[in-house]
Antibody, heavy 114, light 107 residues
Framework: QVQLVQSGGEVKKPGASVKVSCKTS????????VSWVRQAPGQGLEWMGW????????KYAQKLQGRVTMTTDTSTSTAYMELRSLTSDDTAVYYC???????WGQGTLVTVSS | DIQMTQSPSSLSASVGDRVTITCRAS??????LGWYQQKPGKAPKRLIY???SLQSGVPSRFSGSGSGTEFTLIISSLQPEDFATYYC?????????FGQGTKVEIK
């Protein structure tokens, strides 16, 4: 069965970086892109971007351009999302999803606090 | 960027009620739209894809319709497990955008 398993929660200080992993199984990794979505506490869903697992092409939300990098490791069927220069506004649950978000990871809580 | 306007933002309904949620796109998105259900503390779950196709395993009381700029999610007979927040998502062009969400509460 299709599974996306994310790395555990993180606590970071303002200005730091965080890298969240998303290990996939149950399907051919390079047949679907990976999307990333975040949700701040009590708020709605925000699309962050998408990466092609075939050629590494990326599309990022404008507001995150320059701070976010999405990558993949096809040898381990794992996708990564790195976010830099964190502020308290980046405190959120971060989700990965397969392709057009038909399957989702369980979420990773990233807390940014001094 | 394409904006998705979802309404209502919340509603109160009883078990057995018919519930309708609407999303309007600021531009034509063909049928590049999905509907998601999210329960507290859980990842969203896709209910509908391509505007009107039921995701495998999702009860048939859920249905979607629309194309272009107007889309609707209908729950034909609300069940206790359906109390949750619902979101639409367009994936027609980048950036993708979610609707603001509709919280369905017990009356």
């Amino acid at each position: 069965q299709v599974q996306l398993v994310q790395s555990g929660g993180e606590v970071k200080k303002p200005g730091a970086s965080v890298k969240v992993s998303c290990k996939t199984s149950g399907y051919t990794f390079t047949s679907y892109g990976v999307s990333w979505v975040r949700q701040a506490p009590g708020q709605g869903l925000e699309w962050m971007g998408w990466i092609s697992t075939y050629n590494g092409n990326t599309k990022y939300a404008q507001k995150l351009q320059g701070r976010v990098t999405m990558t993949t490791d096809t040898s381990t069927s794992t996708a990564y999302m790195e976010l830099r220069s964190l502020t308290s506004d980046d405190t959120a649950v971060y989700y990965c999803g397969r392709g057009v978000l038909d399957y989702w990871g369980q979420g990773t809580l990233v807390t940014v606090s001094s | 960027d394409i904006q998705m306007t979802q309404s209502p933002s919340s509603l109160s309904a009883s078990v057995g009620d018919r519930v309708t949620i609407t999303c309007r796109a600021s531009q034509d998105i063909r049928n590049d739209l999905g509907w998601y259900q999210q329960k507290p503390g859980k990842a969203p779950k896709r209910l509908i894809y391509a505007a009107s196709s039921l995701q495998s395993g999702v009860p048939s009381r859920f249905s979607g319709s629309g194309s272009g700029t107007e889309f609707t999610l209908i729950i034909s007979s609300l069940q206790p497990e359906d109390f949750a927040t619902y979101y639409c998502l367009h994936h027609s062009t980048y950036p993708w955008t979610f609707g603001q969400g509709t919280k369905v509460e017990i009356k």
